[in-house]
């Protein structure tokens, strides 16, 4: 059915509905509705409710494996889940993983149940703002821990795994927008290959920082200018990721490859650092990874 756009004022356009549904649906003077847009198309509803994702499934023995399960139907958009288990163990994985899942929390619990629900209102928007926050969350691990490499602060580089949580519940938040935005679905495998990619980053800082604290070592000057030069590459993929530019892409790439090629050199020199390189080899790689998912990102979107 087609209908006229009518202008009201100088800048509000108005378009009417039509008498039968206006009926159908019994639609008065005052009642509130609400547009989406959903890929390409402007949804009128009468409801704000959406469908909510459910399930319930026995645990039981499953051990470890809650942790990763929960995740999984956090990150995969499920609104509601029953969970039936006959340990307490495993009722305290439950308490546990919750705390890297933003919005979920037990609402009713039996001696061998539990019932988790999401008791947030999810934004399309939020995603935008959560992304960022995880490319700074991220930042500041790489700059603070670079700080502390430098003056040999293990206190300071004892603090960095704590911000470990902060990212997994942005990482986890993320994932789950990016499968619930209705909008973001040409871009879905490309942002959540990118997210994923941001959070093996942080994942190899961290193991950088547990590894220095368990040796006891100190990281030679030549390290520690490579590390530098390695944030400097983060540095400038997050601006590419924002503020993309094909010509900046492919700069970044090849700094990526004469990042690599240093590695392989430095690797030789000093064999104390070793494992402290393999660990920024990693990152080299995964924020390569980012390199390409915001290629694919902005050129799905001139289709």
Known sequence: MKRNIIQLASSTLVVSLPVQWVREFG????????????????????SKDKKINAVTLDVNGYGRFILRLI??????????????????????LIEKVLKDSIGYEIIEQGKSYCVIKIITTELEDEFTNTLRRLFL??????????????????????????????INRLTNFSLRMILKNKNLKDKTPFLYSAVNALEKT??????????IIDSKDSLSKDALLFYDQVNLYYNQVYDLFYNFDLDKCAKNFC??????????????RNHSD????SYLRNVILNITDI?????????????
Do not use: W
Request: proline fraction near 1%; charge should be neutral.
């Open 202 to 211: 942080a994942d190899e800082y961290k193991f950088l920082v547990y590894h």
């Open 291 to 303: 390199i390409y998912e915001s290629v694919n990102i902005n050129f799905k979107s001139f289709q």
């Open 27 to 46: 639609i008065k003077k005052g009642d509130e509705v609400f547009l989406e847009l959903s890929e390409g198309n402007i949804i009128i509803r009468l």
């Open 255 to 268: 700094m990526a490859e004469e990042l690599l090629d240093k590695y392989l050199l430095l690797r030789k």
């Open 137 to 166: 969350v991220t930042k500041n691990v790489i700059d603070s821990t670079g700080v502390y490499l430098k003056t040999n602060d293990y206190r300071g580089l004892k603090s960095i795994p704590d911000l470990e949580i902060t």
């Open 274 to 277: 070793v494992i402290a390189l």
């Open 71 to 92: 995740i999984c139907l956090y990150t995969s958009g499920y609104d509601h889940i029953t969970l039936r288990y006959k340990n307490i163990s495993d009722l305290r």
